[in-house]
């Protein structure tokens, strides 16, 4: 097979993760000592190699990056300190940046300015909607008087259309390439890859069983603070869906003690308890895979914990029928920023949401055809 | 040597009698120098005469090293000290003075005859160190076989003041309350050839070693090929059980960034393929595999060794050793990924492991220790006129061989230590010249 050498890819990965990788010497400590490769997974050293030789097609066809759950093994006994968990880090960062075509990513990735002028100005112009879009709503409670509960109902499903195709897109680019090595299946394969997939999303099985844990208590250690930001976003998002639609069938009666507004609440305390600690890890360094934080990193970690602090106030704000601007403002924060984050799944940290199922999905796949 | 006080003069003082202070202990030596020989061990002839055999001519080491070892302890141009430490170095007018202390062997040593009598009686049992472990010698006991001098020491530590050796012994040699004596050294020049150590057995954690009972040290594994090794064959000590497959794991203590050894200990290859070689001798249905990085056969007819082994079925996989895990049998399952097929890791097992632990310096100065001389980043002895005086210190007078100065094979050290007394006679000698009234003062 004819190998395009893209002399630039290195460089390029290691804009996204400093490390040291040209030191490796290819002895195959990492993937030996790691807990999760295996021959349908066989990483890191596979990607380094394909890194260091400039094959870039290849490299992003490979699902072995986001295989990874950077425990940290690979690089606390790398005999040559290249360091291959933040270089699989890098590569999923390169990934996302490098692979959408409009350049967005690449500018978010790039710089921090970057990526807080892409976050102002698609926070500005969803504002914008938001405060200009005025459609007519029977919900005249006081903290719409500016952003109408209406007009948030209107962008967010324009949001959410655009989200979807764009997703759509992305998902389909992504999956064409992981499957490349597979080859065609019957369908039982893939629904059974799929329904191994939802199970180890749901759970991190592999995280908690083979990846080593350090002397953590549970609720702090990596897989239960991903599982619970999981969970609560989830959560958050069914109780969304739920309430739209209660209110569509329910006008006026919503009040915080209704099935969906308890989902909503019990996953925004969820939600939060996951995001705050996961701040924390990264604030405090206390393993290897979050020593290094890249401005990404903090930008998913802190729209979130916004979105969270923002969404409790206003839940009290409305229980509370409060009237203050302060309220309104924090309104208008909360709808914009929750927009953004969904419209700009693919160009940001989030699009892992993308690319960790479809991995997990084409390894699964691999795997099933193999036994 | 004058008795009375514990003084001597000698024109040189050599630290160390291992292969390369030997060496350059008989060098100077036959050339009418006087040479102060200190070993801190009760035995000369360091970590070579507890090895099986030498490659890459599988010579019987005990054969080819007792020769040297009695040439030097019966020389008459060499002064002997055993279980001697030396407490300081420092420089005189015309040279250096060093205090020595003679640690007690509990006998006295011009009435003892060698006879063993004592060992034989002697009933305590303790883990032999010359056997790393593996075999037993008794409280009071001779090191080895041929160690030399052929005197015992008892272990105060082990020792429950039984009397039996003392009842025992046809000269009433045995003296329980003997006490360390001090001896000081007056020298024109001194040459340091201290010793290494092998890294830690446990200093990579993922592979086991020094818990896992069939994980070896390279030097363990030496004993059980050795003649008069613990168990007289190769057997697993888990269970005594002939192994049928054994690995060895190279770098498993060298070229290693994450154990703060970063260098080649140069011999680990070959010892690996020598005991590799050996081991097919003695157990000739074993499969033996050498996990490698990559192989270093640099010496004089390394490569073609390398070859024979190869050629002889032992098999070498390129892959490095991630983890040893241990079943219920004490068979040891090793995580590797082979990199001549690309198919992802996978798990081999074998009935006995050797990890080929690599060399770090058993001395290094300290500014408060024996002699201040400086150090590399990696522990060993500096040498800033290297490579034209690879032999000259950080301070003039001072000469170092051997793997005071970096990791070594017999051969390159025995190399050395000739270069080291070359260049400590000249020096001997250029300070008679510039001190006309000293000489002949000890010729």
């Known amino acids: 097979m004819a190998i395009t050498v893209d002399a630039r890819l290195l460089k390029d990965i290691k804009r996204h993760g400093a490390f040291d990788v040209s030191a490796c010497f290819h002895c195959g400590n990492c993937t030996a000592v790691c807990p999760l490769s295996d021959e349908h997974g066989n990483f890191p050293r596979r990607i380094i190699r394909l890194g260091q030789i400039g094959d870039r097609e290849r490299l992003l066809d490979s699902p072995e990056a986001w295989l990874c759950y950077y425990c940290g093994e690979c690089s606390d006994t790398c005999p040559r300190e290249a360091e291959p968990g933040e270089y699989m880090a890098a590569v999923r960062r390169y990934a996302i940046a490098s692979a959408e075509p409009t350049g967005l990513a690449r500018w978010a990735y790039g710089s921090t300015l970057g990526l807080l002028a892409i976050t102002a100005l698609f926070g500005a112009i969803l504002g914008a909607f938001l405060v200009g879009v005025r459609p007519p709503s029977e919900v005249q409670h006081v903290l719409f008087r500016m952003v109408s509960y209406g007009a948030v109902h209107s962008v967010g499903i324009a949001v959410m259309v655009l989200t979807v195709l764009s997703m759509a897109v992305s998902v389909t680019r992504v999956l064409r390439r992981f499957l490349k090595g597979a080859g065609p299946q019957p369908i039982a394969a893939y629904a059974r890859a799929a329904r191994a997939t939802l199970v180890e999303l749901a759970t991190m099985k592999r995280h908690r069983d083979e990846t080593p844990t350090p ?47 308890i989902i909503g609440t019990i996953s925004g305390v969820v939600m939060m308890a996951g995001v705050t600690a996961a701040i924390v890890r990264r604030l405090a360094k206390v393993e290897k895979n979050v020593a290094r934080t890249d401005p990404m990193d903090w930008w998913l970690l802190w729209v979130l914990w916004i979105l969270g602090i923002t969404g409790f106030w206003l839940e009290v704000a409305v229980t509370l029928r409060a009237s203050n601007a302060l309220s309104v403002i924090v309104l208008l924060v909360h709808a914009a920023l929750a927009m953004e984050l969904i419209l700009l799944t693919t160009f940001t940290k989030f699009a892992h949401v993308i690319y960790r199922p479809l991995a997990l999905f084409a390894y699964f796949v691999r795997r099933g055809t193999a036994s | ?54 490659f890459p001519t599988l010579d ?11 040439s030097a302890a019966h020389h008459p141009n060499i002064d002997l000290f055993t279980m001697t430490e030396v407490q300081a170095i420092s420089r005189t007018d015309d040279g250096f003075e060093a205090s020595l202390v003679k640690k007690p062997r509990f006998i006295e040593e011009d009435q003892c005859i060698g006879c063993r009598r004592c060992e034989e009686a002697c009933s305590v049992f303790v883990p032999d160190e010359y056997d790393h472990g593996l075999g037993a010698r008794k409280a009071i006991s001779i090191p080895f076989t041929n160690a030399i001098p052929q ?8 020792c429950m003041l039984c009397g039996a050796c003392a009842k025992a012994c046809p000269t009433q040699c045995i003296n329980f309350v003997q006490e360390p004596r001090s001896i000081a050294v007056e020298a024109k020049a001194v040459i340091v050839t201290t010793c290494f150590d092998l890294t830690p057995m446990d200093a990579k954690k993922e ?121 219920e049998d004490h068979n040891l399952l090793l995580r590797i990924e082979r990199q001549d097929t690309g198919e992802g890791p996978e798990e081999v097992q074998h009935d006995l492991v050797v990890l080929s632990l690599g060399m770090v310096p058993a001395w290094k100065p300290t500014p408060d220790g024996m002699i201040p001389l400086q150090a590399d980043g990696d522990g060993f002895l500096r040498l800033p006129q290297s490579p034209l005086w690879p032999n000259l210190t950080t301070m003039d007078g001072v000469f170092a061989a051997g793997v005071a100065t970096g990791p070594k094979d017999i051969v390159d050290a025995i190399t050395d230590a000739g270069a080291a007394a070359m260049a400590a006679a000249n020096y001997v000698e250029r300070a008679r010249r510039s001190a006309p009234a000293l000489a002949g003062a000890t010729r």
Request: charged residues 15%.
């Open chain 1, 215 to 261: 002397n953590e208590p549970w609720y702090r250690n990596a897989a239960s603070v991903h599982l619970a930001i999981l969970w609560g976003f989830l959560g958050l998002l069914a109780a969304t869906i739920l309430d739209y639609i209660f209110i569509a069938l329910l006008p006026l009666g919503i009040t915080t003690f209704w099935p969906a507004r």
């Open chain 2, 1 to 54: 040597m004058d008795p009375e006080n514990g003084r001597l003069q000698a024109d040189v003082l050599v630290v160390g009698a291992g292969i390369a202070g030997l060496q350059a202990s008989l060098d100077l030596a036959d050339q009418g120098y006087s040479v102060a020989l200190v070993e801190r061990q009760p035995s000369i002839g360091g970590t070579m005469i507890n090895l099986s055999k030498v």
């Open chain 2, 60 to 70: 019987c080491a005990s054969c080819i090293t007792t020769p040297r070892m009695a």
């Open chain 2, 151 to 158: 005197y015992p020491v008892l272990d105060e530590e082990a």
């Open chain 2, 207 to 327: 592979y086991g070693g020094g818990i896992y009972p069939n994980v070896l040290s390279p030097l363990q594994m030496e004993r059980l090929l050795a003649p008069h090794g613990p168990y007289g064959a190769v057997l697993r000590p888990s269970d005594g059980k002939t192994p049928d497959s054994i690995a060895y794991v190279q770098c498993a203590g060298s070229r290693d960034l994450s154990l703060g050894v970063p260098y080649c200990s140069r011999v680990c290859c070959m010892y690996a393929i020598k005991q590799a070689m050996l081991l097919s001798g003695s157990l000739p249905i074993a499969d033996i595999t050498i996990y490698y990085m990559d192989i270093r056969a640099f010496g004089k007819g390394y490569e073609q060794f390398y070859q024979n082994a190869r050629a002889m079925g032992i098999n070498f996989v390129k892959a490095k050793v991630a983890r040893i895990r241990e079943d």
